[in-house]
């Protein structure tokens, strides 16, 4: 009870002429008190629920630094120099193990359901290549070395196919080409479902790669066209 209420409360129970003060029982007394102070006008200022809730928030972040501030040797310094070392600790093992790696989308087909030319994808890989967009060229690229090799039908043309199944299929017929067909749908894979970036340099030696097997000879196998060069 505010001394304000006490003194209202009081005053209600001393008879308006001041003569003679009422003698009221202490818990009449406590009622009329508590009544008087439920008025509205007594709790205009009060904290509202957000700002109760707030007051109770810092008090246990209050109470929780106390408590392991008295847990810590060497109080306050000590709780600063262990939350360092913590942070110490974190940052060394970021630099350590680096950034969690981005997770890898499972192969998909090398080709998508618009069904283009070798031509077709060589100047899309050109186009992208001129502006330094490196990745798609890659990949327009691969594309076009494989579906090169599906207009001379080294390869059956198979709308599924990935590239590293395209990569192990041309290397059985271009033994001499297989380990860079292998290297190349890596590097097509990286970039497509790896989320790597690719460079000039890679762009370079796909184009390298396509141009070799543009007139390279596959073996003479059932399913190939004899002398199929190009």
Known sequence: MTGAGAGIAAARLVPADGDVPVDTPRVPAREAAQDELSDPVYHEHDPNLLERGLDRFWEWIGDLFAGATGAVPGGPLGL????????????????RLGTPPRPVRSPEALFDSTLCSAADHRAAAAAH??????????????????????????????????????????????????????????????????????????????????????????LLTTGTVPGASG
């Open 80 to 95: 600063v120099v262990l939350a360092l070392a913590v942070v110490g600790l974190g940052t060394a093992l970021w630099w």
């Open 129 to 218: 290549a001129g502006a330094r967009r490196w990745a798609e060229a890659v990949q327009e690229r691969m594309r076009a070395l494989v579906r090169s090799l599906e207009d001379r039908a080294v390869l059956d043309p198979h709308p599924g196919r990935t590239a590293d199944e395209a990569a192990t299929e041309a290397g059985r017929l271009l033994p001499a080409h297989a380990d860079r067909l292998r290297a190349a749908a890596r590097v097509f894979d990286d970039v497509t479902y790896g989320g790597r970036t690719a460079d000039e340099a890679a762009y370079r030696t796909m184009c390298t790669l396509d141009a070799d097997i543009e007139g390279a000879k596959p």
